[in-house]
Nanobody, 117 residues
Framework: QVQFVESGGGLVQPGGSLRLSCAASGFTFSLGSMSWFRQALGKEREWVAGISTTGSSTTYADSVKGRFTISRDNAKNTMYLQMNSLKPEDTAVYYC??????????WGQGTQVTVSS
């Protein structure tokens, strides 16, 4: 019954911004570190950002550091990814999931982010 529903993607010009949302259910959200992932066409899924249970600690892939901000609202079982200064290389389907490898059993549909002029 673990489910993730990603939303907020769309088409944006280089340099633009988007905020993605991830609604989680089926587990105790507040007890789990979470991550955002992305998968570009023809590429492997890669880790983008992570956040601790309370949101006090965050970490980012070098490719997005300084541009993306991960956050969470445990009262709403929701995680967010604020993406600024978007680049064409950020084009991908973005997914959310639990941060711990062994806890990643289910994946949502993801949300498409396309950065193009």
């Amino acid at each position: 019954q673990v489910q993730f529903v990603e939303s907020g993607g769309g088409l944006v010009q280089p340099g633009g911004s988007l905020r993605l949302s991830c609604a989680a259910s089926g587990f105790t959200f507040s007890l789990g570190s979470m991550s955002w992932f992305r998968q570009a066409l023809g590429k492997e899924r890669e880790w983008v950002a992570g956040i601790s249970t309370t949101g006090s600690s965050t970490t980012y892939a070098d490719s997005v550091k300084g541009r993306f901000t991960i956050s969470r609202d445990n009262a709403k079982n929701t995680m967010y990814l604020q993406m600024n200064s978007l680049k064409p290389e950020d084009t991908a389907v973005y997914y959310c999931n639990r941060a711990v490898w062994s806890d990643r059993q289910y994946w949502g549909q993801g949300t498409q982010v396309t950065v193009s002029s």
